[in-house]
């Protein structure tokens, strides 16, 4: 039977091993961030996102990853035609 002590070592150590993994991707969503209110993001010719259309962006590319994971095509055979077809995107700018 473990202790408490055992326990709650396991946890710790368990914990350790994401570290890396949070610290990586906290370093990415802040580049992201910084990226978007900044204004870097944006190249010339693509539309604005708006919230709806973020939100939209959002929901397909989870359908997308969850699709292209299931049947191992990866997801920009959904995400390239409902960018470019839902959200008038141009076509060279999303490749």
Do not use: D, N
Not at 33 to 40: E, L, R
Not at 46 to 59: C, D
Not at 75 to 89: D, E, K, T
């Amino acid at each position: 039977m473990m202790t408490e002590q055992a326990k709650e070592k396991g946890a710790g150590v368990a914990f350790r091993s994401y570290v890396p993994t949070i610290v990586l991707l906290a370093i990415i969503i802040a580049v992201a961030v910084w990226a978007f209110y900044s204004g870097i993001a944006v190249p010339k010719g693509a539309p604005s996102i708006t919230g709806t259309s973020g939100t939209l962006l959002v929901i397909v590319g989870l359908i997308a990853g969850l699709l292209g994971g299931i049947i191992g095509t990866g997801g920009c055979s959904v995400m390239l035609p409902a960018i470019h077809f839902w959200l008038h995107y141009p076509a060279p700018l999303i490749i």
